[in-house]
Nanobody
Framework: QLQLVESGGGLVHPGGSLSLSCAAS????????IGWFRQAPGKEREAVSCISRNGYSVRFSDSMKGRVTSSRDSTNNSVYLQISSVKVEDTAVYYC????????????????????????WGQGTQVTVSS
């Protein structure tokens, strides 16, 4: 069974930090580019970051740069997203996407890329930032 599952969401106080997990079952996550996206109510899904299959690159959106990091944990077949100094506007459902590719770099600018070829999406995890 092939699936991708996000976890780690919940209630976070403004200024705090959170760590989200994207765990794969049935395939090797290291062989895929991983993209992180979020969607707030009434808004389009927006890119947060991506990490390449070989760790060649880690990219972040301009709005999140400086507050977000992404890393791989091959042992647990997972990828993590860490956000610091969270703001109320960070409230959203966060998704991860896995994209198989032979390329060495991930594409954060082209959203359609993540819906092409062999790819998987998780069901999302809710992050709520509130005092």
């Amino acid at each position: 069974q092939l699936q991708l599952v996000e976890s780690g969401g919940g209630l976070v106080h403004p200024g705090g930090s959170l760590s989200l997990s994207c765990a794969a079952s049935g395939f090797i996550l290291d062989d895929y580019h991983i993209g992180w996206f979020r969607q707030a109510p009434g808004k389009e899904r927006e890119a947060v970051s991506c990490i390449s299959r070989n760790g060649y690159s880690v990219r972040f959106s301009d709005s999140m740069k400086g507050r977000v990091t992404s890393s791989r944990d091959s042992t647990n077949n997972s990828v993590y997203l860490q956000i610091s100094s969270v703001k109320v506007e960070d409230t959203a459902v966060y998704y991860c996407a896995a994209r198989w590719t032979t390329a060495d770099d991930c594409d954060l600018q082209n959203y359609a890329y993540w819906n092409q070829g062999t790819h998987y999406w998780g069901q999302g995890t809710q992050v709520t930032v509130s005092s």
